[in-house]
Structure formats: structure tokens, C-alpha cells
């Protein structure tokens, strides 16, 4: 799988947008762009994934940029629940029933009160 | 979304003997995977469990000692074999809903003396 990197961590304070950043520059054709989080002491959750197009859902957006170099997700208004580490993962869709994650170190974010 | 459940939740263990944890889905998956999280890291996908044949190993991991069973297209379980401190770590199980989401366990945390 094609490389993502994220900022170690990020703050943010409650109730304003918070932009977290991934780069994959080597990204192929077939990746989708997949984000996670983990809430402290429980299993990832699922956030948002995409292709080309910016994409939304109930609980975030997610920001690719024309070259899907890099991609933003977007929470628009931060609460404390939203502390938790944020992995950006590349998915490749080529070759069939793929469905493996590979997490890198992921975004720590904080949210202050 | 779906739920999942593991058991045991967490287990000491003696060096030498073997853990085996329980995966259980809330509805038929396609696919289930096991993941180790040790501690301060990320996760690492350990194999797909396959249902009606043998899983699919990551590099690094062998059958012999992570043993996967999948019954079924709502179960599945992961034995930790021949244990040693080195085991310690968070055990995951995930199912793949909704054609591209992962949803997590929340973990079997293991530690092995």
C-alpha cells in the first residue's frame, strides 16, 4: 500500500473546525483514501473514505485535493468525544477482494475545552 | 453500523500457555480480519480469517502460532499460542459492512507474565 503521512499530533479547542491533513504523494489510481479514528481504550471507527470527489457525511467531510496528492479531513465543529488518534490509510481497490488496512502512526488530536 | 464483541475483554496469561479469543458479529460478514495493537503503537493486521478455509497470514505471522478459526459468517477466533511476554498486546477482530467500512472490536487486551 502507497505511504500516507500525518502530523503526530494537532490541537484544537471545542466547537471549531478542525482541519487534519494527510499527505500520500505516491498515490496510484486505484487507492481510495480512507480515514479512521480510535477513541482511547476502544477499536477504530470508521470516519469517511473517498476517491477524487470531496465527500461528506454526519460525521465529517473529507477534502482531496485535484492531484489526490494530499486530502483534509474536516470536523466542523470539534467536541471533547472527537479526542482520539485519526489514521489517513490508502487503500488499494486493484486485484480484487483486497480489503486489507495497513495503519500508520496516525494524528493524535486534542480538544480542548 | 454493526456490532462486535470480543471475549474475553482482557486475561493474564502465563508464559507458555495458549489464549484463545472470540470474535462475535451482530449480522453474516463477508470478511473478518485480527489485528495486534502492542503497546503505544498502531495496529498490525495479523491475517484474514476466511470462512470454510485458512486464513490469510500478513508477513511475520504463522499459523502455527496465531491459529484462526472462522466457523461461520458471524464468528471467528484467534489463539495465541505458546505465549511469551512479547504477546502482550491488544487484539482486535474487524468486519468488513457496508462494501468498504471496517468496523472494530473493542480489543482483548492481553498481558502475558
Known amino acids: 500500500d502507497a505511504k500516507t503521512t500525518q502530523p503526530n499530533s494537532m490541537e484544537s479547542n471545542e466547537e471549531e473546525p478542525v482541519h487534519l491533513p494527510c499527505n500520500h504523494s505516491?498515490?496510484?489510481?486505484?487507492?481510495?483514501i480512507h480515514w479512521y479514528r480510535q477513541l482511547p481504550s476502544q477499536g477504530p471507527e470508521y470516519v469517511i473514505h473517498?476517491?477524487?470527489s470531496n465527500v461528506n457525511n454526519r460525521m465529517a467531510s473529507l477534502a482531496i485535493a485535484e492531484d489526490r496528492k494530499s486530502s483534509t479531513l474536516i470536523l466542523h465543529r470539534a467536541t471533547l468525544r472527537d479526542a482520539a488518534v485519526y489514521y489517513c490509510?490508502?487503500?488499494?481497490?486493484?486485484?480484487?477482494?483486497?480489503?486489507?488496512?495497513?495503519f500508520g502512526k496516525g494524528t493524535l488530536l486534542t480538544v480542548n475545552p | 453500523s454493526a456490532v462486535i464483541s470480543q471475549k474475553p475483554s482482557r486475561d493474564i496469561c502465563q508464559r507458555g500457555t495458549s489464549l484463545t479469543i472470540q470474535c462475535q458479529v451482530d449480522?453474516?460478514?463477508?470478511?473478518m480480519f485480527w489485528y495486534r495493537q502492542q503497546p503505544g503503537q498502531s495496529l498490525t493486521l495479523i491475517a484474514t480469517?476466511?470462512?470454510?478455509?485458512?486464513?490469510?497470514?500478513e508477513s511475520g505471522f504463522v499459523i502455527d502460532k496465531f491459529p484462526i478459526s472462522r466457523p461461520n459468517l458471524t464468528f471467528s477466533t484467534l489463539t495465541v499460542s505458546n505465549m511469551s511476554p512479547e504477546d502482550s498486546s491488544i487484539y482486535l477482530c474487524?468486519?468488513?459492512?457496508?462494501?468498504?467500512?471496517?468496523?472494530f472490536g473493542p480489543g482483548t487486551r492481553l498481558t502475558v507474565t
Open positions: 474487524s468486519a468488513l459492512k457496508r462494501g468498504d467500512e471496517q468496523y
Open positions: 505516491t498515490i496510484s489510481g486505484t487507492d481510495y
Open positions: 473517498g476517491l477524487t
Open positions: 490509510i490508502l487503500r488499494d481497490v486493484s486485484g480484487g477482494s483486497n480489503y486489507k488496512l495497513t
Open positions: 449480522s453474516q460478514v463477508t470478511m
Open positions: 480469517a476466511n470462512q470454510g478455509s485458512e486464513a490469510t497470514y
